[in-house]
Nanobody, 123 residues
Framework: QVLLRESGGGLVQAGGSLRLSCTTS????????MGWFRQAPGKEREFVAA????????DYADSVQGRFTISRDNAKNMVSLQMNSLKPEDTADYYC????????????????WGQGTQVTVSS
């Protein structure tokens, strides 16, 4: 059973933008902080961004601060990641995640994972 479903990945040139979305059930969305992680080939999965259940608290990895924006739409049970000024080093599989709080997600203590969507940034 797929609990978190990502969409929006693709190929983009450096400097371009992409928007990732993740939908889930209301049961999960209503109780969880939501976040995004990424994993590049040969590297460990790393934290990208997270947003609290209420949406009033966000956190970002230093590498994406100022370029990426996480948001959530409670009416649609959806969390999104707007990615601007993309760089080749942003190339990775991006995973949606749900956890109890933003600090918990930052420590990669994830309760639910999505299956991932691929983002490729060409130079």
């Amino acid at each position: 059973q797929v609990l978190l479903r990502e969409s929006g990945g693709g190929l983009v040139q450096a400097g371009g933008s992409l928007r990732l979305s993740c939908t889930t059930s209301g049961r999960i969305f209503g109780i969880a902080a939501m976040g995004w992680f990424r994993q590049a080939p040969g590297k460990e999965r790393e934290f990208v961004a997270a947003i609290s259940r209420s949406g009033d608290s966000t956190d970002y990895a230093d590498s994406v601060q100022g370029r990426f924006t996480i948001s959530r739409d409670n009416a649609k049970n959806m969390v999104s990641l707007q990615m601007n000024s993309l760089k080749p080093e942003d190339t990775a599989d991006y995973y949606c995640a749900a956890g109890s709080t933003v600090p918990i997600l930052r420590r990669t203590q994830v309760t639910y994972w999505g299956q991932g969507t691929q983002v490729t940034v060409s130079s």
